[in-house]
């Protein structure tokens, strides 16, 4: 029996996790090292980053504009155009009630209307980072606590969907929550499609890393 056949079929390995071992645990995220059983009953070890979930806002006015925010963003040295954000970083804490607090907090805003836009698998191959973009409207605004740190520099910045859409294209808009969120309003929109109501279930959601924290007081 050659290899390939002891491997099975394409697609139905299971890649069982050996052993797992944390290196480093910060304040947002935690790298593992994790021994993997690969195909053809080799190991590997993977590197992986532990996150917390994130939630993000594609808010529209009543003029149809998204409200953006230009952040200072410092990995990278530069400002971006992105969507209200934030981490899910409080134990049992609702991803609805948290995207609630994320616009107000960023752009002073309330919204009435609330769905489930899109969720995304931030970068799979070495974090389990994941985030849920809701769609909100219906905007009023509300009491917004004082900033602190980069979101004391927090300019907001309000454009039409298809000038958005354009940025995102043309490389303007670059951060990839708002990519994917202003790309999914897009095409949710030219094919008449249903969004999902705002307490979807969200099976991606990351718990490890804040449950971990938790465990340890």
Same mark, same amino acid.
């Given at each position: ?9 394409p697609? +139905?390995?299971?890649f069982? +996790? ?9 304040a947002?995220l935690? @790298?593992?090292?994790?021994q993997?059983?690969?195909p053809?009953?080799?190991?590997a070890e993977?590197e ?5 979930? #994130? ?5 529209l006015d009543e ?5 953006l925010i230009d952040?200072y963003r410092?990995?990278i040295?530069?400002r971006? *155009?992105?969507l209200?954000?934030? @981490? *899910?970083d409080?134990?049992g804490e ?9 616009l #107000?907090?960023?752009t002073?805003l309330a ?12 970068s799979?191959?070495?974090t =389990?980072?994941a *985030?849920?973009?809701? *769609?909100?409207?219906g905007?009023?605004?509300?009491e917004?606590?004082e900033?602190?740190l980069?979101?004391?520099d /927090?300019?907001?910045?309000r ?7 354009r940025?995102?294209l043309?490389?303007? /808009?670059?951060?990839? +929550?708002?990519v994917?969120? /202003? ?7 030219a094919n008449?499609?249903p969004l999902?109501p705002? =307490?979807?279930?969200?099976p991606?959601k990351?718990t490890?890393?804040?449950?971990r924290?938790a465990?340890?007081g």
């Open positions: 029996m050659n290899d390939h056949a002891a491997q099975g079929a697609g +139905t390995h299971e069982k +996790t050996l052993s797992s071992r944390v290196v480093y645990s910060g947002i935690a @790298l593992r090292l994790d993997v059983e690969m053809g009953g080799r190991t993977r992986v980053i532990e996150h917390h979930g #994130a939630v993000a806002v594609v808010a003029r149809d504009e998204v409200v952040q410092h990995p040295g530069r971006l *155009l992105e209200p954000a934030g @981490l *899910l409080e134990p609702d991803p609805l009630d948290a995207a609630r607090r994320e #107000a907090e960023e002073g919204a009435r209307n609330w769905s489930v836009l899109v969720d995304v698998a931030l799979p191959g070495f =389990d980072e *985030l849920r973009v809701y *769609l909100a409207d905007l009023t605004e509300t917004r606590p900033p602190e980069e979101e004391a /927090i300019r907001i910045v454009m039409p969907v298809e000038q958005a859409v940025a995102a043309s490389g303007e /808009i670059v951060n990839a +929550t708002a994917a969120g /202003i790309l999914a309003l897009s095409a949710a929109r008449d499609l999902r705002a =307490d979807a279930p969200w991606g990351p490890r890393f804040l449950d924290k465990a340890q």
